[in-house]
């Protein structure tokens, strides 16, 4: 019987291919996000040398993440030089709201994604003079889920949680409030 | 859905591997990923095979290997399975712990050509 294909005992009346090739498996060991945490160890070290600190806002949408840096942002436009990117789906909303305060801000549409990636903040940051911030303020696309997995280059990651929208995400939603270094409840 | 970026950078990874290797096709791809890495396997295959079409990766298998995440409690230092990421120490019940592995999302390897 032959071992290749099977067939029957009666002997062995075919020829098999000279190119098949025995299938060998190769060892590759690569992070996946591999490409995304290399850019963001260059947005991180770009941060550094600029001496800007950088937070990165995640929660659910219409948690309160714009309100608190409308408030933050005027509280201490006196002491600190922010400037802020935001992360929508759509529209550019939330930049608007920024710019009203008088802060340097620049809006990322996502389109159909459902986070931010350290490719768009990389990119989004050209649109700033690095040299006059002190604080960069990154607003991610309101989600639970997915911006815990994609590192951006910042120093915290800061998780609001709103009371209305159900005590229980914490539980519910571990991932992100395990990543986070910062926790505030609106 | 942001598996399909993931699939993306796994497609990615796997061609310039074979290109490297000279492979003239990819019979599987075999990712170890942790429990907590926060992607859903069904939907890692689905969108496998939509991004792997018209390229040396079509009709190969994907393989997702899932290891389990471990915690060290930080009171005395023992270390258990975390099925639940706010579960506390089995030993002590502290709920200070740091992750020992869970979140990994990589490629461990491929069956070639």
């Known amino acids: 019987m032959c071992i290749d294909c099977g067939c029957g005992p009666s002997g062995h009346d075919h020829q098999h291919k000279e190119t098949e090739a025995p299938r060998k498996t190769i060892s590759v060991e690569e992070d996946i996000l591999s490409k995304n945490n290399r850019l963001a160890a260059g947005n991180r070290a770009l941060f550094a040398r600029q001496g800007i600190f950088t937070l990165n806002l995640v929660s659910s949408p219409g948690s309160g993440k714009t309100s608190l840096l409308e408030k933050t942002l005027v509280d201490l436009k006196n002491e600190i030089n922010f400037a802020v990117l935001e992360g929508d789906q759509q529209t550019t909303n939330d930049a608007d709201r920024i710019a009203a305060t008088g802060t340097p801000a620049h809006q990322i549409n996502t389109g159909a994604g459902c986070h931010l990636d350290a490719h768009m903040v990389g990119h989004g940051l050209e649109h700033f003079d690095l040299e006059t911030i002190q604080m960069m303020m990154i607003e991610n696309v309101g989600n639970l889920v997915c911006p815990a997995s994609f590192d951006l280059g910042e120093d915290f990651k800061v998780t609001l949680l709103s009371v209305t929208e159900g005590e229980d995400k914490p539980l519910k939603y571990p991932p992100l409030f395990r990543d986070s270094e910062i926790m505030l409840i609106n | ?113």
């Open chain 2, 1 to 113: 859905m942001h598996e399909l970026g993931i699939t993306q950078s796994i497609v990615e990874i796997a061609l310039r591997t074979a290109a490297g290797q000279q492979a003239k096709k990819i019979h599987s791809v075999t990712l170890e990923v942790g429990s907590l890495a926060g992607v859903v396997a069904e939907a890692l295959e689905f969108c496998y095979e939509a991004c792997s079409q018209d390229s040396l990766l079509e009709g190969s298998v994907l393989i997702i290997e899932e290891i389990q995440a471990r915690a060290r409690c930080r009171d005395c230092a023992a270390e258990y399975p975390l099925t639940d990421l706010l579960a506390c120490c089995p030993v002590c019940n502290s709920a200070a712990s740091d992750l020992v592995c869970g979140e990994e999302m990589r490629i461990k390897e491929m069956e070639i050509d």
